[in-house]
């Protein structure tokens, strides 16, 4: 590389207010400084670019980690007929509605998401192609089709997977084509009208199984857990994430204080589903259950458990891709301080996606992937909605 192509790969970014993913950065003006895509240093001093970087001066503006959604799905279209859709669509029309999602996200200031669940491992394909083309999405990593018994919850993706051995060959079949995470549907789900999300599908054996598996290939294992008895089993099992957590019921939810305390002292951490549109319908009975929900997330935050935002975008028209920046919204509104709530899209939703001094950190060393918004976030959290300059990887994609 040439003195001259070095210097191309390097910029100086200025900001008013810099969250570096834990903290806001105490100095009134923070210039961030980025070399062949990653952050080298923050200067704090008011001091000059060293000659040749160019600068860009935000101006009022805070710059923060760019946002990481643990929980997504670019194969759901947010539809009225999202399982429809997903079964019936060509593999191509699949693969463009995926597209369009990624960038959607990508627009809003998501720069990683954890893609738990598709079809025929066709997020695969757009995670390379984001990482060829940093502007055409976030950053993806891939679970591929989730394990499911025979006709679990969510078994129409293809991820069918029974007993010890079918466990483990899936596990080895998805290490084998290249997930970067396995996500398992520990108990039935909404979306899969013949499972009940309360109850089981996998003994504690067959979890522990599939933890197993995963940890010996290198890969982190997401479990999606309503019912207690389901969550309380992928805590006992190892898993890496427990998606969901709502304690759901039959006709409603019922946190269990002694598991919720459990979750908090094994220091897991919990992706959270919260994030709906502003206005769009809720159907029953989630428009009943969401106040419940948050008032629960807020006893969570409270109880010590570590959290990140996990939306499920594209499971409901209410669940666009694009809808974190509503979902922290939701989290501070129901009491959850901002500070924390950022800190859980970015620093600890970096450790969620098992890449903690990678990303989610405004700080050396760390992709330089980040997101400015007008104003000041830690005390307007609608500063979020406000994007005024995106960079991925060190290139500015708004
Ligand atoms: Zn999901």
């Given at each position: 590389m040439t003195t001259a192509e070095r210097a191309d790969t390097r910029r100086a970014v200025r900001a008013r207010r810099v969250f570096d993913g834990l903290d806001?950065?105490?100095?009134q003006d923070a210039m961030v400084l980025i070399e062949s895509g990653f952050i080298t240093d923050i200067d704090t001093t008011g001091a000059e670019p060293p000659a040749g970087v160019p600068l860009e001066d935000l101006g009022d503006v805070t710059v923060l980690p760019g946002l990481i959604d643990t929980h997504t799905h670019?194969?759901?279209?947010?539809?009225?007929?999202v399982v429809a859709h997903v079964q019936q669509a060509t593999p191509e029309e699949l693969s463009a509605q995926m597209r369009r999602a990624a960038a959607s996200m990508l627009r809003c200031g998501i720069t990683t998401i954890r893609d738990l669940g598709d079809r025929d491992y066709l997020s695969f394909t757009i995670r390379e192609e984001t990482a060829v083309r940093p502007e055409t999405g976030p950053t993806i990593l891939a679970a591929g089709p989730p394990l499911t018994p025979t006709?679990?919850?969510?078994?129409f993706l293809g991820g069918q997977a029974d007993g010890l051995d079918g466990i483990s060959r899936a596990v080895a079949e998805h290490a084998a084509r290249g997930a970067d995470v396995i996500k398992m549907m520990v108990t039935g789900g909404r979306?899969?009208?013949?499972?009940?999300?309360?109850?089981?599908?996998?003994t504690l054996n067959e979890l522990r199984a599939a933890v197993d598996r995963a940890h010996e290939r290198g890969l982190t294992i997401a479990g999606h857990a309503h019912g207690r008895q389901g969550i309380a089993d992928a805590l006992a099992a190892g898993f890496d994430t427990l998606e969901h957590v709502s304690f759901m019921t039959a006709d409603g939810i019922a946190p269990d204080q002694a598991v919720i305390d459990a979750i908090a002292a094994s220091g897991i951490i919990s992706s959270v589903t919260v994030g709906v549109l502003p206005g769009a319908a809720v159907p029953p009975p989630l428009d009943r259950l969401l106040p419940l929900m948050l008032a629960h997330l807020k006893n969570m935050y409270d109880s010590g458990v570590r959290i990140t935002i996990g939306p499920d975008g594209g499971v409901a028209p209410a669940k666009p891709h694009d809808v974190l920046p509503h979902a922290l919204s939701a989290l501070v509104e129901a009491g959850i301080p901002a500070r924390a709530a950022l800190a859980a899209v970015t620093s600890t939703a970096a450790e969620a996606c098992g890449l903690k001094g990678r990303i989610g950190r405004v700080a050396p060393g760390h992709s330089a992937d980040l997101l400015a918004v007008s104003g000041d976030p830690l005390t307007d959290i609608a500063a979020i909605h406000r994007p005024s300059a995106i960079y991925r990887r060190g290139r500015r994609v708004l």
């Open positions: 806001l950065c105490r100095a670019l194969a759901f279209d947010a539809s009225d007929e006709g679990g919850h969510c078994w979306m899969t009208p013949t499972t009940l999300p309360h109850e089981s599908q996998y």
